[in-house]
């Protein structure tokens, strides 16, 4: 495999490509929401060499029925892109809800936000274009209680995860959600070091590996690994 092209692997960890097709024609894509659907084509045909960066419909459809059965009325996401996974979330809340989605970077954003917009869930959303960690910092310093979150949903800068994580144990409710992605990172947390990847997937990949570990000894959460997309951490604050 060329080193530098993630493209070919698909995120799929599943046994093989074929289950994985079997999942998404049968039961996936047939449910998938129609500006889903768009807001994905769109991201392909624009930026087909990051259009993987969005979360795959499979794990859309997990965040929608989890904010759903736990009735999330206030939402965090960390890591927007062109939006799919903040779409999922949007179409996934009560008209009353509020989400707040960070990232760096608002030109990739601006190519989903007509499918949001057309979906009629743009009032929910409250975009800020920044790096996460002053924003996380400045609403643990004056967030009152009463604003605290339900659900987060993070899929940023890995190298970064531990930092999101100490602060969010602080602005999401006892009881609520943490959830982070891309923690078993293409499966190669599983497997040795590969020096021909590039060395950002290298980076990347001892990072998991360390707040992997890091969760899993963590006493102020529960939680749950998922094998969908490229790896999704389901923490629950207890503490
Ligand atoms: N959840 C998105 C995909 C996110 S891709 C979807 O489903 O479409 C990761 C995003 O994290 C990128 O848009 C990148 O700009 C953003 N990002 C990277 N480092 C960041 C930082 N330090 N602060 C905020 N956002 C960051
Ligand atoms: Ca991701």
């Given at each position: 495999?060329?080193?530098?092209?993630?493209?070919?692997?698909?995120?799929?960890?599943?046994?093989?490509?074929?289950?994985?097709?079997?999942?998404?024609?049968?039961?996936?894509?047939p449910k998938e929401?129609?500006?889903?659907?768009?807001?994905?084509?769109?991201?392909?045909?624009?930026?087909?060499?990051?259009?993987?960066?969005?979360?795959?419909?499979?794990?859309?459809?997990?965040?929608?029925?989890?904010?759903?059965?736990?009735?999330?009325?206030?939402?965090?996401?960390?890591?927007?892109?062109?939006?799919?996974?903040?779409?999922?979330?949007?179409?996934?809340?009560?008209?009353?809800?509020?989400?707040?989605?960070?990232d760096v970077d608002?030109?990739?954003?601006?190519?989903?936000?007509?499918?949001?917009?057309?979906?009629?869930?743009?009032?929910?959303?409250?975009?800020?274009?920044?790096?996460?960690?002053?924003?996380?910092?400045?609403?643990?310093?004056?967030?009152?209680?009463?604003?605290?979150?339900?659900?987060?949903?993070?899929?940023?800068?890995?190298?970064?995860?531990?930092?999101?994580?100490?602060?969010?144990?602080?602005?999401?409710?006892?009881?609520?959600?943490?959830?982070?992605?891309?923690?078993?990172?293409?499966?190669?947390?599983?497997?040795?070091?590969?020096?021909?990847?590039?060395?950002?997937?290298?980076?990347?990949?001892?990072?998991?590996?360390?707040?992997?570990?890091?969760?899993?000894?963590?006493?102020?959460?529960?939680?749950?690994?998922?094998?969908?997309?490229?790896?999704?951490?389901?923490?629950?604050?207890?503490?």
């Open positions: 495999m060329d080193g530098n092209d993630l493209s070919n692997l698909e995120k799929c960890l599943l046994q093989s490509e074929a289950l994985h097709q079997y999942i998404l024609e049968t039961n996936v894509l929401h129609e500006l889903l659907k768009k807001l994905r084509a769109e991201t392909k045909a624009r930026i087909p060499k990051r259009a993987l960066m969005n979360v795959p419909p499979e794990e859309g459809q997990l965040l929608s029925i989890i904010l759903k059965v736990m009735n999330a009325k206030r939402t965090i996401e960390v890591g927007v892109f062109t939006g799919y996974s903040l779409l999922a979330t949007a179409l996934a809340l009560p008209e009353d809800a509020k989400i707040t989605a960070i608002r030109s990739n954003y601006k190519i989903g936000l007509p499918f949001i917009q057309k979906a009629g869930v743009e009032g929910k959303i409250k975009f800020i274009e920044s790096e996460a960690l002053p924003v996380l910092d400045k609403f643990v310093q004056e967030m009152n209680e009463d604003e605290m979150f339900d659900f987060a949903f993070v899929d940023a800068d890995k190298e970064n995860y531990s930092n999101y994580h100490e602060r969010l144990l602080k602005i999401v409710k006892i009881g609520g959600l943490i959830l982070y992605d891309n923690t078993l990172w293409f499966g190669s947390v599983a497997t040795p070091m590969n020096p021909d990847m590039p060395k950002y997937f290298n980076e990347d990949r001892e990072s998991i590996i360390k707040f992997n570990k890091e969760l899993a000894a963590d006493p102020r959460i529960e939680l749950c690994q998922v094998c969908i997309g490229d790896g999704l951490t389901i923490c629950r604050r207890v503490a």
